[in-house]
């Protein structure tokens, strides 16, 4: 079974640009979530999303951040315009449903953003 | 609100000793909780989880956790850990009832093996 894929695996901007990340979830998983790994910090969630409705968004910022799962497949993260705070890794993650004992979720690999 | 505290940041330790990372949780309402490794470059991995029954609990890599709910702790111990062992460890909880699967997490601790 192949894994969580998110591309690219390492992105460098200046401030100000924008910048999108990929994720392709594991095959027939329903959610997908993006949560953001700043150095020092855990992972702190930004969006779930349930096949492609919005289940939470509580903590995106939406003046610079937005995704969308257009097809409820494949999930795109974009940034514009990046701040020098936007540094960090970006982790998706999949599962079958949304259920708190998480017991099929999986993470992909990352995809880590340096804004200089 | 919930939170997660690690309480340690960074851990050393000789391979082969014993190692006990610490975990404190805050929440109002009734959570599972879970112990997360991450390996430099990689994703995390799910190593154990408590969700009901015997407070003991026994993971991959032969690591264990305990929880305590009168000290709300979800300490991480390995009696003899590997080089291979060194990583990040992320503690984490989740709401039972909640219907969203989100996870909250602690800050993690470094596990730094020294042979």
């Known amino acids: 079974e192949a894994g969580v894929a998110q591309s690219p695996r390492y992105k460098i901007i200046e401030k100000r640009q924008s910048v999108a990340f990929w994720c392709n979830p594991i095959s027939g998983h329903a959610t997908l979530y993006w949560y953001q790994q700043i150095l020092g910090q855990g992972p702190k969630l930004l969006i779930q999303f349930q096949n492609n409705g919005v289940v939470d968004d509580s903590q995106l910022p939406k003046d610079r951040f937005s995704a969308e799962r257009l097809k409820g497949v494949d999930s795109t993260l974009k940034i514009q315009p990046a701040k020098l705070e936007d540094s960090a890794v970006y982790l998706c993650?999949?599962?079958?449903?949304?259920?708190?004992?998480?017991?099929?979720?999986?993470f992909g690999s990352g995809t880590q953003l340096s804004v200089l | 609100a919930q939170s997660v505290t690690q309480l340690d940041s960074q851990v050393p330790v000789f391979e082969e000793a014993p190692v006990e990372l610490r975990c404190n949780y805050s929440?109002?309402?009734?959570?599972?909780l879970f112990w997360y490794v991450q390996y430099p470059n990689q994703g995390l991995q799910l190593l154990l989880k408590?969700?009901?029954?015997?407070?003991l609990v026994k993971g991959i890599n032969g690591f264990e956790a305990e929880f305590n709910k009168s000290q709300t702790s979800f300490h991480l111990r390995k009696p003899s850990v590997h080089i291979s062992d060194t990583a990040e460890y992320f503690c984490?909880?989740?709401?039972?009832?909640?219907?969203?699967?989100?996870?909250?997490f602690g800050q993690g601790t470094t596990l730094q093996v020294k042979p």
């Open positions: 993650a999949s599962s079958p449903w949304a259920e708190p004992t998480n017991e099929k979720l999986f």
């Open positions: 408590y969700l009901s029954g015997s407070t």
């Open positions: 984490a909880v989740s709401l039972l009832s909640s219907n969203t699967g989100k996870l909250i």
């Open positions: 929440s109002s309402v009734s959570v599972y």
